[in-house]
């Protein structure tokens, strides 16, 4: 049966805030560099300052603070990984 996929869906407020719906997996985090997965793709976005404000794993939202300067996408991660941030601590 194929997965239901939801809304992927990013709003962002002055640079400062950004909200992120249809997350994954959080692959990375530090106070300049963010990576998730979501249904588009692998999300990067880097910038200054990082700090999770809420991660709603069921819901798949991420909200983050800091200075946003740069968001790209890329391919899904391959599937030979050991899975993100998430994956590993609920193993």
Do not use: C, P
Not at 3 to 11: A, L, T, V, Y
Not at 18 to 23: A, E, L
Not at 79 to 85: I, Q, R, S, Y
């Amino acid at each position: 049966m194929e997965e239901e996929r939801k809304r992927h869906f990013i709003s962002m407020e002055n640079r400062e805030k950004m909200t992120i719906d249809d997350v994954r997996d959080v692959e990375s985090f530090d106070e300049e560099r963010i990576t998730v997965e979501t249904t588009m793709g692998m999300l990067t976005v880097l910038g200054s300052d990082f700090r999770m404000h809420k991660l709603d794993v069921e819901d798949g939202q991420l909200v983050i603070e800091g200075w946003i300067d740069e968001l790209k996408y890329s391919e899904s991660r391959q599937k030979n990984t050991k899975g993100g941030v998430f994956a590993r601590l609920f193993q």
